[in-house]
């Protein structure tokens, strides 16, 4: 090769601008970025950046007891209703663990007792379902209950109630199985405090039954016996209400 022969031909042409943009240097520029790829982990969808669990929903939020004392109106009568019971169970269940003093647990369970009975009966169950029953005696020397309740038209909160019912029923239950455990264990000295809240309990639960359907009782009567606004009156308004008074009577147990 000589020195004066160009490297280059000129007969090279230069490239035409249209494959250059449809190249190589086009699919570099318009080529999509790659797909990102999500893969389950081991941490729950229901927990934080923490790793604490979180509640899916407005009702799991309200679950548990917080949630009930949150949503109760009057979570103190609630909390006192719980803890005396919950208290003499606790102690005559533990009491044989911390002291062989049997006087001493016998003192604690029926103060206990004594204080849940009359904090049911005039507090927890006025406040919390608006129901009172006590007993009274007439000038005849004759005994009667008494129920109170009330006004149909202020019902009580949803979760007050609920939880009024539940201690007023499980505990009896309760209870009576302590009874059952001690008679089995010839367990001689503690079935007399046992029978005691059994009393106690039982009284309760008969009661607020009966005064919750002696209110039902009376509300029925009212809204039969009151004005219906359907004009009708004579023989046929006295048949028509007589017979709804006996079938509400026979729904809610007259």
């Not at 049997?102 to 009359?118: H, I, N, R």
């Not at 005849?140 to 038209?153: A, I, K, L, N, Q």
Request: proline residues 4%; charged residues 15%; hydrophobic residues 50%.
């Amino acid at each position: 090769m000589s020195a004066a022969t160009p490297l280059l031909d000129n007969t090279i042409e230069p490239d035409d601008p249209s494959e250059a943009i449809s190249g190589n240097i086009n699919a570099k520029t318009q080529s999509a970025r790659p797909q990102v790829v999500l893969t389950p982990t081991t941490r729950s969808s229901n927990s934080n950046s923490n790793g604490q669990a979180m509640a899916s929903s407005g009702g799991d939020a309200e679950a548990g007891i917080a949630g009930i004392f949150r949503q109760s109106a009057h979570p103190l009568a609630l909390l006192f209703l719980y803890f005396f019971r919950i208290a003499a169970v606790a102690v005559y269940v533990l009491s044989g663990w911390f002291t062989d003093n049997y006087v001493l647990s016998t003192v604690l369970v029926v103060v206990l007792l004594a204080m849940d009975f009359w904090n049911c009966r005039n507090v927890a169950g006025r406040t919390l379902v608006g129901l009172r029953f006590w007993n009274q005696v007439d000038e005849d020397g004759e005994s009667y209950w008494v129920f109170e309740s009330r006004d149909p038209s202020r019902p009580a909160n949803p979760i007050d109630s609920k939880m009024f019912w539940i201690a007023i029923y499980v505990f009896p239950v309760l209870w009576a199985l302590l009874l059952i455990v001690s008679i089995l264990k010839l367990g001689v000295f503690f079935i007399p405090i046992v029978i005691l809240a059994l009393v106690f309990n039982v009284t309760n639960a008969v009661g607020f039954t009966y005064a919750d359907r002696d209110a039902k009782q009376r509300w029925a009567n009212n809204v039969v016996g009151g004005n219906w606004g359907l004009g009708i009156g004579g023989i046929g308004g006295q048949l028509l209400t007589g017979a709804v008074k006996k079938s509400v009577g026979k729904v809610f147990g007259s």
